[in-house]
């Protein structure tokens, strides 16, 4: 019961807040320099021969970067050069867009009998309304040619910006 306590204060000659002791510092035993800590010997040559490899297959590509040097700026007469022997490399990729694999065989079939070297690339990632045909710049002449042999299809001719992984590629859609 709260009423029973008596809350006025009375005169006490003891500080009311009490001063904190402080404890005496403890010494610490001195280290025992004599023994060595104890560690595997066959981490530390694990640890020697990964550095090792480390620095050796870095030593050997940068020496790989030293024997071929490449030089982005071409001529005209380099790049034309470059231009001929691609247009004997001509591969037409052909992919399944919707088309049907009958249409794909005839299509595959065709080009080669006009010349072409084709690869039968099977199943597109997507399916197109329209026949799509991408070419990389110079290809341009080729990829009309083949637009003109695939007269039956509603056909669209895309130049794409960025060169490499193909040539000509075919995206046979439905119609």
Same mark, same amino acid.
């Given at each position: 019961m709260a009423r029973d306590f008596d809350f006025r204060r009375t005169p006490t000659t003891k500080p009311i807040i009490k001063t904190p002791v402080t404890p005496a510092p403890v010494a610490r035993p001195p280290i025992q320099s004599a023994q060595p800590i104890k560690r595997s010997k066959n981490v530390s040559w694990v640890a020697v021969v990964v550095i090792l490899a480390v620095f050796a297959v870095g030593l050997g590509l940068y020496y790989q970067s030293l024997q071929a040097p490449r030089s982005n700026v071409q001529t005209n007469s380099e790049s034309s050069v470059e231009q001929q022997s691609e247009k004997k490399q001509l591969v037409v990729d052909v992919f399944d867009g919707g088309a049907?694999? $009958? *249409?794909?065989?005839?299509?595959? &079939?065709?080009?080669?009998?006009?010349? /072409?070297?084709?690869? $039968?690339?099977?199943? &597109?990632? /997507?399916?197109? $309304?329209?026949?799509? %045909?991408?070419? *990389?710049?110079? /290809? =341009? +002449? $080729? &990829?009309?040619? %083949? &637009?003109?042999?695939?007269? +039956?299809?509603?056909?669209?001719?895309? =130049?794409?910006? *960025?060169?490499?992984? /193909?040539t000509i590629q075919i995206q046979l859609g439905k119609e």
């Open positions: 049907g694999t $009958d *249409v794909l065989s005839t299509t595959v &079939a065709t080009l080669k009998q006009n010349g /072409f070297t084709v690869t $039968d690339s099977g199943k &597109a990632q /997507f399916e197109y $309304d329209k026949t799509y %045909i991408w070419y *990389v710049t110079g /290809f =341009e +002449s $080729d &990829a009309q040619k %083949i &637009a003109s042999l695939l007269s +039956s299809r509603k056909t669209v001719l895309k =130049e794409s910006k *960025v060169s490499g992984g /193909f």
